[in-house]
Nanobody, 115 residues
Framework: QVQLVESGGGLVQPGESLTLTCVASGLTFSEAAMRWQRQLPGKERERVASITSGSETLLYEDSVKGRFTISRDNAKNTVYLQMKNLQPEDTGVYFC????????WGQGIQVTVSS
């Protein structure tokens, strides 16, 4: 059974940072491309960042380029999303997504940016 467990969300003020962590189990993590996606209030889910199995290629949604960094540690079956200079428009639910090529999702974690 594949499980993706996100952690690290919470409430921060504008300009602050958070790092999201997703720990995977039940799949060959080193062969999976990983994504972070988010669902902002009233909007459809969107890709935030993605990383290939060996970290060869990193892709980012335009609004987070230069502020967010995706990385992974295959030895720990873990993918990270470092988020800097968070803004209120980053508020939403963030999901970890594994592509094996089947698609698996975490339960989502809330990130709230507010003063």
């Amino acid at each position: 059974q594949v499980q993706l467990v996100e952690s690290g969300g919470g409430l921060v003020q504008p300009g602050e940072s958070l790092t999201l962590t997703c720990v995977a189990s039940g799949l060959t993590f080193s062969e999976a491309a990983m994504r972070w996606q988010r669902q902002l209030p009233g909007k459809e889910r969107e890709r935030v960042a993605s990383i290939t199995s060996g970290s060869e290629t990193l892709l980012y949604e335009d609004s987070v380029k230069g502020r967010f960094t995706i990385s992974r540690d295959n030895a720990k079956n873990t993918v990270y999303l470092q988020m800097k200079n968070l803004q209120p428009e980053d508020t939403g639910v963030y999901f970890c997504n594994a592509l094996t090529p089947y698609s698996y999702w975490g339960q989502g974690i809330q990130v709230t940016v507010s003063s």
